[in-house]
């Protein structure tokens, strides 16, 4: 089955500078890659996502890139603020519709200091 | 996205009893249903997968007697843990695929089980 690496398991930075998380997964197979963003006590919202025929994908502050040969993809985010402080969870799954299953990381926890 | 419901958000039982969390999606048919349960700190385990009005797919290790998933309608799906004990304790999840959304899937707000 698919496995989904993710460094670092914390990160800080201030705010202003920007934020870089990684993944990595073992199917190659996998094409549909979103990004959540989790606060405390509540469920993931997916603030982005990627599939395997585009590169990369922006929205505002936050961007997401993937290299399929390597199996890496990764999220940036830019002009960090101390909303965007929260634990971030990549996920990889083979789409064949809605009911293929995501396979998480296991999590960032970004801090944004003033 | 899409809106999916969880309810209720909080609940404490008592050692014994069961209890019943309701996952909706409030604007579009949700075909698929996942359930995850999160403990502190840690990633989400996929519990099972349920498809509206067929039994649930559970994961390794999941008790289906023990986690009963409905998925009677394509807006509601239900999990139901009986019998429950403090070490069912945690963060129960739900997130909804369908209703041409090809491949999202959108979570609900989490429901935080208290078993004493």
Known sequence: GEN??????????????????????????????PWYKQEL?????LIIDIRSNVGEKKDQRIAVTLNKTAKH?????????????????CAAKFSTGTASKLTFGTGTRLQVTL | GAVVSQHPSRVICKSGTSVKIECRSLDFQATTMF?????????????????????????????????????ASLTLSTLT?????????SFYICSAGGGGFDTEAFFGQGTRLTVV
Request: charged share 20%.
């Open chain 2, 81 to 89: 843990v009986t019998s429950a004990h403090p070490e069912d304790s």
């Open chain 1, 73 to 89: 993809f990764s999220l940036h985010i830019t002009e960090t603020q101390p909303e965007d402080s929260a634990v971030y969870f």
């Open chain 1, 4 to 33: 989904v690496e993710q460094h670092p398991s914390t990160l800080s930075v201030q705010e202003g500078d920007s934020a870089v998380i990684k993944c990595t997964y073992s199917d190659s197979a996998s094409n549909y890659f």
């Open chain 2, 35 to 71: 359930w995850y349960r999160q403990f502190p700190k840690q990633s989400l385990m996929l519990m099972a997968t349920s498809n509206e009005g067929s039994k649930a797919t559970y994961e390794q290790g999941v008790e289906k007697d023990k986690f009963l998933i409905n998925h």
């Open chain 1, 41 to 45: 006590g509540k469920g993931p919202q």
